[in-house]
């Protein structure tokens, strides 16, 4: 059974940082690609980063210089750093996986921007 657990999330000030952690289990975490999504409130849910086995990335535009994605295959963690968070980062970050053609979902974490 795959589980992702996430972490870190929290009330912060414009302008802040914060480092969600993302734990995995119940799969080969070192061959899976790993994402982040959020979803604001009365939003649809949105792709944040990505990372792929062998550490490539992808961020979307509106957290381009602002974010970055890694994961510690050891630890079978993958994290998202946000630095000069803004209001508009405020949503529920959500950790992704699709393992073996099935997407797998964490319960979220609530980041809350206050500005």
């Known amino acids: 059974q795959v589980q992702l657990v996430e972490s870190g999330g929290g009330l912060v000030q414009s302008g802040g940082s914060l480092r969600l952690s993302c734990v995995a289990s119940?799969?080969?975490?070192?061959?899976?690609?790993m994402a982040w999504f959020r979803q604001a409130p009365g939003k649809e849910r949105e792709l944040v980063a990505t990372i792929h086995s062998r550490g490539s990335t992808y961020y979307a535009d509106s957290v381009k210089g602002r974010a970055t994605i890694s994961r510690d295959n050891a630890k079978n963690t993958v994290y998202l750093q946000m630095n000069s968070l803004k209001p508009e980062d405020t949503a529920v970050y959500y950790c992704y996986a699709k393992v073996v053609m099935y997407p797998y979902w964490g319960q979220g974490t609530q980041v809350t921007v206050s500005s």
């Open positions: 119940g799969m080969i975490f070192s061959e899976n690609a």
